[in-house]
């Protein structure tokens, strides 16, 4: 049971990046996939989710910037993230779940660094 996640790195402000997720057979169809984000100091906060169907759900601060889709055929969560602001910077943590299970499973981070 596996989530890889990758795409992250520094960019100025305004600038766009791409995060993607990789999941291994078993916690990927019909599981209800997340992006979090977590600062220092601060507890790890729901970023944007797409359910099995396709249904996205995103924090108000990112709404209208990211964009979160997912590749079945791939196995694959993608974040698109333009406009990046300074606040956008923390370390991105892919997240898997049965929507209605208990378990869940979450993947190593991949750093995000915006600059002003």
């Known amino acids: 049971v596996q989530l890889q996640a990758s795409g992250g790195g520094s960019v100025q402000a305004g600038g766009s990046l791409s995060l993607s997720c990789v999941a291994s057979?078993?916690?990927?169809?019909?599981?209800?996939l997340s992006w979090y984000r977590q600062v220092p100091g601060k507890e790890r906060e729901l970023v944007a989710m797409?359910?099995?169907?396709?249904?996205?759900t995103y924090a108000d601060s990112v709404k209208g910037r990211f964009t979160v889709s997912r590749d079945n055929s791939k196995r694959t969560m993608n974040m698109q993230m333009n406009a990046l602001k300074p606040e956008d910077t923390g370390v991105y943590y892919c997240?898997?779940?049965?929507?209605?299970?208990?378990?869940?499973?979450w993947g190593r981070g991949t750093q995000v660094t915006v600059s002003s």
């Open positions: 997240h898997s779940k049965w929507p209605t299970g208990i378990v869940d499973y």
């Open positions: 057979d078993g916690i990927f169809r019909g599981y209800t």
């Open positions: 797409i359910a099995s169907g396709g249904t996205t």
